[in-house]
């Protein structure tokens, strides 16, 4: 009795869930909307920035490589989009013209980086006379700190914190650089399109950008309106608003298919930000396999 009870639950549930959706989807029925197709990528020309360093590397000029980068354009061509967004400093458009326009010239041989390798070929593939650059700069917290002061600070939150607390913290931090290294190896064993799979996996995005908020994330004190650590990560938040509205002002819509390709770390904030869009909807990697 009470499992039929539950499954009757279950059903209007569903039922109501679906009902408002409906709902919701009739009151935007007569807006405009653009399909998106964001693509996270890892870099093929590691500059070395990032917290994990890099200890396994992909020739992107080998045959087997060249084959398996086709596979991964072929499989992006079926979206058809009619703009390619990449990560390049909006502010350096005219570079990024430059560099294309002498590559559909055949005066430019591409470099091993993802915008190149998979954005300008694709870009002549279509026939597009323009890559759009939709990367920003980040505006930064800013802070009346010394480091000094920060140090200070950071030794009375380790204090507060405790053994048992900071272990935890520098075991979840462990945890994360094993996961990169395992990924960072993956590449290596698997195709582009598998890596690709990995890399657009809901399950990973989720995941990945939990490492933005242990650490130094939680210092700060509630009772004194102190969130220094949630301050100090505006700059990553920040920067991702700023390439959305970047995403969102090169797009016409109703009119145009964006592609972006950009940092799997990106991912998180950036699909969020586009679920949640009245100006786009979302097409994933799988739907575009599956076709």
């Known amino acids: 009795m009470h499992i039929r009870i539950f499954i009757i639950t279950v059903c209007l549930l569903s039922q109501t869930i679906f009902s408002q959706k409906k709902e919701i989807d009739e009151h935007f029925k007569g807006i405009a909307t653009s399909d998106v197709f964001i693509l996270g990528s890892f870099h093929f020309a590691n500059p070395g920035l990032d917290t994990y360093k890099q200890k396994h590397s992909v020739n992107i000029f080998s045959k087997e490589k060249q084959a398996e980068l086709k596979e991964v354009i072929n499989t992006i061509k079926k979206f058809a989009p009619?703009?390619?967004?990449?990560?390049?400093?909006?502010t350096k458009q005219n570079r990024l013209d430059s560099l294309y326009n002498a590559y559909l010239k055949g005066n430019f041989e591409l470099k091993s980086n993802?915008?190149?390798q998979i954005g300008f070929r694709l870009g002549k593939l279509l026939g597009h006379k323009k890559i759009y650059a939709i990367d920003a700069s980040a505006r930064n917290f800013k802070s009346d700190l010394t480091k000094e002061d920060h140090k200070k600070k950071q030794g009375e939150f380790i204090n507060r914190a405790g053994a048992e607390v900071l272990q935890r913290e520098m075991t979840i931090d462990k945890t994360y650089f094993s996961l990169y290294e395992k990924?960072?190896?993956l590449k290596t064993e698997v195709s582009l399109l598998e890596f690709f799979r990995v890399l657009n996996?809901?399950?990973?995005?989720?995941?990945?950008?939990?490492?933005?908020?242990?650490g130094d994330f939680k210092m700060g004190a509630r009772e004194k309106n102190d969130y220094y650590g949630a301050d100090k990560a505006i700059w990553w938040y920040s920067r991702n608003l700023r390439i959305f509205q970047n995403m969102l002002n090169i797009n016409t819509p109703g009119k145009d298919k964006v592609?972006?390709?950009?940092?799997a770390g990106h991912l998180p904030i950036l699909n969020f930000l586009a679920n949640a869009s009245v100006d786009f909807n979302m097409t994933t990697l799988e739907e575009l396999i599956k076709q």
């Open 259 to 263: 592609f972006v390709l950009i940092g």
């Open 82 to 90: 009619t703009k390619i967004a990449v990560e390049w400093k909006a």
């Open 201 to 214: 996996n809901k399950d990973v995005v989720n995941h990945s950008h939990g490492h933005y908020l242990i």
């Open 114 to 116: 993802e915008v190149y």
């Open 183 to 185: 990924e960072d190896k």
